[in-house]
């Protein structure tokens, strides 16, 4: 049984068409849904953001000057708190497009990566030694196979035998 996530999407006004296409609040929804691993039900905030906008996140938080593909703002909020307010997600739309098309996957299949990715790392799913990363990898494999997506992994040197 999934515990609802409530998904409060946002897309920046300062989106240009070229940036290519966004999914809808319902498909956002039903990948944070499956990427939840708490009993709990929570709230998580998505931005869907510009190139623009996510280098300066990207500047101001992490100190590389680029744009990137998702960041995880993750909200330790009080235990007794109901519904749990994960934390943010911000997503480059150009970049996750962009990425897709450099992958060779649907931007439909990458978006929902990158969201299932954002929402591990809301969870405290790392990915800074080998070990971790395995274990983020591995959990977002299941889920994305779950959803009906490939390994996005499929093309790097992840034994496939952990499945």
């Given at each position: ?33 499956q ?15 510009g ?55 649907t ?8 969201v ?45 035998t952990?499945?």
């Open positions: 049984e999934l515990m609802p996530v409530i998904v409060e999407m946002s897309v920046s006004e300062n989106l240009d068409a070229e940036e290519g296409d966004i999914p809808d609040t319902a498909a956002v929804q039903s990948w944070a849904e990427a939840c691993l708490c009993d709990d039900d929570v709230i998580t905030s998505v931005q869907i953001v190139n623009d906008e996510m280098r300066e996140l990207n500047s101001t938080w992490r100190g590389k000057n680029r744009p990137t593909n998702v960041l995880s703002f993750p909200m330790h909020s009080p235990e007794d708190l109901d519904p749990i307010i994960l934390g943010d997600l911000a997503l480059c739309a150009g970049v996750i497009n962009a990425e897709a098309k450099q992958q060779h996957k931007p439909q299949a990458h978006w929902a990566h990158m299932v990715h954002g929402m591990l790392h809301l969870q405290g799913y790392d990915h800074i030694d080998d070990q971790q990363a395995e274990e983020m990898e591995t959990l977002e494999i299941r889920i994305l196979d779950r959803l009906g997506y490939q390994n996005p992994y499929q093309d790097s040197a992840i034994p496939q952990i499945l």
